[in-house]
């Protein structure tokens, strides 16, 4: 018998285990590459947002601001324009009243006529003296209102001057991320010097121009606008500015009298009061061999009213804000620095190579100012433009169509 030789039995179990592990160590590699990737993208991105986000929203924020001063604005000069209503009204009363007192007194020895003459007489009384009354409530309180108005406009113009604007990009930017600064100058210490001077410059540029975008006018230094202002908002309804600076009367022209009423309305504004002083009366002349004579009043005197006879400190509109008018004005520029410490955005296996520089991104808005086509508003004729200003509405903002500056430390890109 032959015997079998037997062989060796080699054992391959664990030999596939280096291969697995350095497929490990690849596919670790590549998910922390593309991690670290996507991190970066994502906080490339939630930064740029916060940088657009932050002014935007300042620049809405300063839009609406010049809005409400337009508006209130527009407000006051309309209550005054009220005001100088109210007063010449009290005046037509006075002289209805005076001229049924003179009328009275021609015709108290009339039989009946001078009875109904003494009824008439007692109720435009009665009428007088409660449209006084009404004048010594509503005088005083539009220019209570007024005074309200100012006191709003220049808390507007303080918000403008203060740390209003930064403390809105500042919270707007957090609600991306807590970690996102905001103009932050000694954050942007951080950054290179060539990219550091120049966004710092933007922000010493931009601190100026904010506050100092509008200004407060009086009436004694406006060259006349207020007067202007108020004559073309009567230009606007031809019965009211009949009523207030035109003839609110008649005129009768008889074979050989004629009579008239004559009333107007002039207002006067200075830089601490105004005033309202509306005169009625009714005349009347003959006409003899030689032609007509000179007018004559019916009556002692004519009949008046004033503003500050119902209010003894009224003051109209005696200041307000503007811009200055010049073309500049029709934009201001508002930027919103973003930045991000980049050592937060990093991956734990990139902290250690990372720069201390952060993530920077920076945006731009502006606020212009542009006439609406709405048909609400009357188009200018031709190619006139309108200057900016603040008795229109119409401010708005919008992000800025530039190249947005971004800057991402070296082993975050």
């Known amino acids: 018998m032959h015997s079998q030789s037997t062989m060796p039995i080699v054992r391959q179990g664990g030999q596939i285990v280096p291969v697995a592990l350095f497929g490990i160590l690849i596919a670790s590699t590549v998910l922390a590459i593309m991690f670290d990737t996507s991190q970066k993208i994502t906080e490339k991105s939630r930064v740029a947002n916060a940088a657009d986000a932050a002014a935007y929203s300042a620049a809405v924020w300063a839009a609406r601001h010049l809005n409400f001063m337009a508006y209130s604005n527009r407000a006051m000069i309309a209550n005054h324009a009220a005001v100088g209503h109210f007063v010449s009204y009290v005046s037509w009363i006075r002289y209805v009243d005076d001229s049924i007192d003179n009328l009275d007194n021609v015709t108290q020895w009339i039989p009946y006529v001078g009875q109904y003459v003494d009824v008439v007489q ?24 007024n005074a309200v108005l100012r006191a709003a406009q220049l808390e507007m113009q303080v918000s403008l001057a203060t740390d209003g604007l930064q403390d809105l990009m500042a919270r707007t930017a957090s609600a991306y991320d807590p970690a996102i600064h905001i103009n932050d100058a000694s954050v942007l210490g951080k950054l290179p010097d060539e990219l550091r001077e120049v966004l710092e410059a933007q922000l010493i540029e931009q601190s100026v121009a904010v506050p100092g975008f509008i200004h407060r006018y009086s009436a004694g230094n406006d060259r006349n606008s207020v007067s202007q202002l108020i004559d073309a908002s ?124 952060p993530i920077v991104v920076a945006a731009l808005a502006r606020v212009e100012f542009r006439r609406s086509s709405n048909s609400a508003f009357a188009a200018l004729a031709g190619s006139r433009q309108e200057y900016s200003n603040l008795f229109n509405p119409f401010w708005e903002a919008h992000l800025a169509p530039f190249e947005s500056a971004t800057y991402i430390p070296k082993g975050v890109q």
Request: hydrophobic content about 40%.
């Open 234 to 357: 009567l230009r606007t309804n031809a019965d009211l500015r009949r009523w207030l600076s035109g003839n609110r009367g008649w005129r009768e022209d008889l074979l050989a009298v004629q009579i008239r009423k004559r009333g107007n309305s002039t207002p006067t504004q200075g830089s601490s009061s105004a005033d309202w002083q509306a005169t009625d009366d009714l005349q009347f002349r003959k006409r003899d061999f030689l032609g007509w004579q000179r007018w004559m009043r019916i009556g002692d005197k004519p009949s008046t009213a004033s503003a500050r006879e119902f209010a003894s400190n009224y003051a109209g509109v005696p200041n307000y804000f503007n811009v200055t008018g010049d073309p500049a004005d029709r934009s201001l520029p508002i930027m919103a620095i973003a930045t991000r410490s980049s050592n937060a955005a990093a991956s734990a296996r990139l902290k250690a190579t990372v720069e201390d520089y």
């Open 122 to 145: 007692r109720i435009a009384g009665e009428i007088r003296a409660a449209t006084e009354r009404e004048a010594s409530i509503v005088v005083p309180a539009i220019d209570h209102w």
